[in-house]
């Protein structure tokens, strides 16, 4: 299945810069939405996992220059930095024979990791963001299948349940075996396992580094790189507070979600819709499954926090969306009845915000007072989708 609003982001960066990185977490279909860019122009692939593919750019700058009228793309770049150099020479070549645009497509798994890679193509390259299919992407009828499997494609196509399943059990450990110890320090599978475990359990709550130390035998300090690491490879979210000079005490540690619904799940042997229905993480998980849709729908620059302060006001999300459309909240609960606690009120007095809504688990849209509005999950995606 192809994330067609990427796909045509991907182009329209194309179009502008000599190179554009694609960053996304594995099996996320990075390499089949390169090839349906490659579809429509001359072009020539590599997979940098693959000795052979890597062999051929023993010589980068022969090869390349080989395939100057093609768009070139890089599998895994990550696995050959030494490449970024030699992109530079050519692509500023290309730019004084008037080659400017549409040159490399590179793909890979971390974010943090690649950037920094990549920073000699400072001015050359733009960077596009993919994650796990949305429910923009699958459409309303399917959020039910979306939100318990997740939207890493394999494991929402799958036959049934238990293969979905089975697919987010292998894709776990092959990060925890594979992944993780290619791209940071040397970390037990196990130890890592445990963490991971931990953070599923602990699904939207405020970060408590001490806790998660002690429960896995290792310093604070050590877990916060553990944590660093799974953001990185856009696995892990940390949703930072959102302050604003209101003169109350606010809350100062940031909440973190296992960002992918299915995984979370998978983490916690939730195997169908019955059992997590009746599982005490589904308010939790709920939650981060609409956040992780809604931001993936807002409009790129959007900045992502939660209101809370130390009395108990408190605001699930809110999205900072630039002077024109200012800022929205959006407090999220999955009862078909949605009623604003006193928190909430309080909260929204504190932020006055612009617009605000109540995510709910049903479908109806109606006002709940004059300022907020009952909304539906994809109703308010595609509103947050159409300010792009």
Not at 100 to 105: A, D, Q
């Amino acid at each position: 299945m192809i994330q067609r609003s990427v796909q045509h982001e991907v182009e329209q960066a194309l179009a502008r810069q000599a190179a554009v990185a694609l960053i996304g977490p594995r099996q996320v279909g990075k390499t089949t939405l390169a090839h349906a860019v490659a579809a429509g122009r001359p072009s020539v692939y590599l997979d940098l996992e693959n000795p052979t593919d890597r062999a051929k750019l023993a010589e980068p700058e022969l090869f390349l220059g080989r395939h100057e009228d093609r768009l070139v793309i890089l599998d895994e770049i990550h696995r050959v930095p030494e490449l970024f150099s030699a992109l530079r020479g050519i692509i500023d070549k290309g730019r004084r024979e008037g080659r400017r645009t549409g040159r490399f497509l590179m793909l890979g798994s971390a974010a943090i990791e690649l950037m920094r890679q990549s920073e000699t193509l400072a001015g050359r390259i733009a960077y596009v963001d993919m994650g796990p299919l949305s429910m923009l992407e699958t459409g309303p009828e399917t959020r039910d299948t979306l939100w318990l499997r997740g939207g890493f494609p394999d494991s929402y196509l799958a036959a049934d349940d238990a293969e979905s399943l089975a697919l987010r059990r292998d894709f776990i450990r092959t990060y925890l075996e594979r992944d993780v110890p290619m791209f940071g320090p040397r970390i037990p599978a196990e130890t890592l396992e445990r963490l991971w475990t931990m953070l599923a359990h602990c699904q939207g709550s405020l970060l408590n580094a001490s806790k998660l130390a002690s429960g896995i035998g290792v310093s604070a300090p050590t877990v916060g790189s553990y944590l660093g690491l799974l953001v990185d490879l856009l696995l892990l979210r940390r949703l930072p507070p959102f302050h604003r000079n209101v003169g109350k005490r606010l809350v100062k540690s940031p909440k973190t979600y296992v960002r992918d619904s299915g995984l979370l799940h998978a983490l916690l042997g939730i195997g169908d819709f019955d059992s997590l229905l009746g599982h005490p993480v589904i308010g939790a998980s709920w939650e981060g499954f609409v956040i992780d849709n809604l931001i993936a729908a807002a409009p790129a620059g959007t900045k992502a926090g939660f209101y809370r302060t130390a009395a108990g006001a408190e605001i699930d999300l809110v999205l900072e969306l630039g002077a024109k459309h200012g800022v929205w909240a959006v407090e999220i609960k999955r009862s078909a009845t949605p009623g604003l606690q006193k928190g909430n009120h309080h909260a929204l007095a504190d932020i006055a915000p612009r617009r605000s809504f109540y995510v709910h688990g049903g479908t109806d849209r109606f006002p709940m007072t004059a300022h907020t509005e009952a909304i539906s999950l994809h109703e308010l995606a595609a509103e947050l989708a159409e300010l792009g």
